[in-house]
């Protein structure tokens, strides 16, 4: 925003310059026109005093003055003609200044532009790696809750799985144990068939 605003001072100071030196260039040229004019006049009267060179001595000191002033006339319009193109040629300095600026200027306001481009460019690309590891993070929170939700799952599935197998192991120690012992007691009842009977022969 801050850029436009400088292109547009620096556009009407452009303006404003070769307003001023078109000015210049006018006077100039009335000013060129009025010396050819004013010179014009002053041979015209040369001419006339050398035609008056034998009037009386006052009607030519007259004329002397009177051609003493054009002398003048045309001396100051030689000046101000001179002043006017030194005027001209300070302001199409100044004009060239002021495009040699205006060209910086531009080419900084370039760069901005660029570096201002690529910070967007950079600026796009981050949020699309943020909105990435966003959605990577949320697949992986999900996984991970899935995870300790099925961990759980097991690990109580192995409990039940414990507790039942500690229940058959309880079971076949009793079963076992009963074994033995109604073992031992058909060996004594086995004995006592013996000792009755006797011996075989």
Same mark, same amino acid.
């Given at each position: 925003?801050?850029?436009?605003?400088?292109?547009?001072?620096?556009?009407?100071?452009?303006?404003?310059?070769?307003?001023?030196?078109?000015?210049?260039?006018?006077?100039?040229?009335?000013?060129?026109?009025?010396?050819?004019?004013?010179?014009?006049?002053?041979?015209?009267?040369?001419?006339?005093?050398?035609?008056?060179?034998?009037?009386?001595?006052?009607?030519? +000191?007259?004329?002397?003055?009177?051609?003493?002033?054009?002398?003048?006339?045309?001396?100051?319009?030689?000046?101000?003609?001179?002043?006017?193109?030194?005027?001209?040629?300070?302001?199409?300095?100044?004009?060239? +200044?002021?495009?040699?600026?205006?060209?910086?200027?531009?080419?900084?306001?370039?760069?901005?532009?660029?570096?201002?481009?690529?910070?967007?460019?950079?600026?796009?690309?981050?949020?699309?790696?943020?909105?990435?590891? +966003?959605?990577?993070?949320?697949?992986?929170?999900?996984?991970?809750?899935?995870?300790?939700?099925?961990? +759980?799952?097991?690990?109580?599935?192995?409990?039940?799985?414990?507790?039942?197998?500690?229940?058959?192991?309880?079971?076949?120690?009793?079963?076992?144990?009963?074994?033995?012992?109604?073992?031992?007691?058909?060996?004594?009842?086995?004995?006592?068939?013996?000792?009755?009977?006797?011996?075989?022969?």
């Amino acid at each position: 925003m801050h850029s436009t605003g400088d292109r547009t001072d620096i556009r009407h100071l452009l303006d404003s310059e070769r307003l001023e030196k078109k000015q210049a260039e006018t006077k100039a040229a009335e000013l060129q026109e009025e010396l050819v004019h004013t010179r014009s006049q002053a041979t015209q009267l040369q001419d006339a005093v050398s035609k008056v060179g034998k009037l009386p001595h006052t009607h030519t +000191q007259a004329t002397h003055i009177t051609h003493l002033l054009f002398s003048l006339q045309l001396e100051e319009k030689d000046t101000e003609i001179a002043d006017m193109k030194e005027t001209i040629f300070e302001l199409e300095d100044e004009v060239e +200044q002021h495009r040699a600026v205006k060209l910086h200027d531009n080419l900084i306001i370039s760069d901005l532009e660029n570096s201002i481009k690529k910070l967007h460019d950079q600026k796009y690309d981050m949020e699309k790696e943020i909105k990435t590891l +966003q959605r990577k993070l949320r697949e992986e929170s999900a996984e991970w809750r899935q995870f300790q939700a099925d961990l +759980q799952t097991a690990v109580v599935i192995a409990n039940d799985i414990k507790s039942e197998a500690q229940e058959e192991i309880g079971d076949l120690r009793r079963r076992l144990q009963e074994a033995q012992e109604k073992n031992e007691k058909m060996n004594k009842e086995l004995d006592e068939l013996k000792k009755q009977n006797g011996p075989f022969t």
